[in-house]
């Protein structure tokens, strides 16, 4: 199984911007699927953003659409977040995540495998 592991979170004011790195080692990562799920206190874990493979699909939650973006770098074992306007309710434990069933959610939940995730608070 691949490794995966988050970096980037940190504290950043109410519009600003944050970038996080998904860093996988362990794996044939250009053959992943690969996604950012979130967990805010008190709620449970969230998709945000999924990108297949070969970068031919992405997707988006609608509460990030527009101010999110997902890329990923095959050469460098590594996919990003790019996270823009960022608001207080996107303060959470992200986390990435990898399979090699599909592009879609359940495909995550269900065969993923999860890094340990990083902090992002976003302050009024």
């Known amino acids: 199984q691949v490794r995966l592991v988050e970096s980037g979170g940190g504290l950043v004011q109410a519009g600003g911007s944050l970038r996080l790195s998904c860093g996988a080692s362990?794996?044939?990562?250009?053959?992943?699927?690969m996604g950012w799920f979130r967990q805010a206190p008190g709620k449970e874990r969230e998709f945000v953003a999924i990108?297949?493979?070969?970068?031919?699909?992405?997707y988006y939650s609608d509460s990030v659409k527009g101010r999110f973006t997902i890329s990923r770098d095959n050469a460098k074992s590594t996919m990003y977040l790019q996270m823009n306007s960022l608001k207080p309710e996107d303060t959470a434990v992200y986390y990435c995540?990898?399979?090699?069933?599909?592009?879609?959610?359940?495909?995550?939940?269900?065969?993923?495998?999860w890094g340990q995730g990083t902090q992002v608070t976003v302050s009024s």
């Open positions: 990108i297949s493979w070969n970068e031919g699909d992405t």
């Open positions: 995540a990898a399979n090699r069933e599909a592009t879609v959610v359940p495909a995550f939940t269900l065969k993923g495998t």
């Open positions: 362990g794996g044939a990562f250009s053959m992943y699927a």
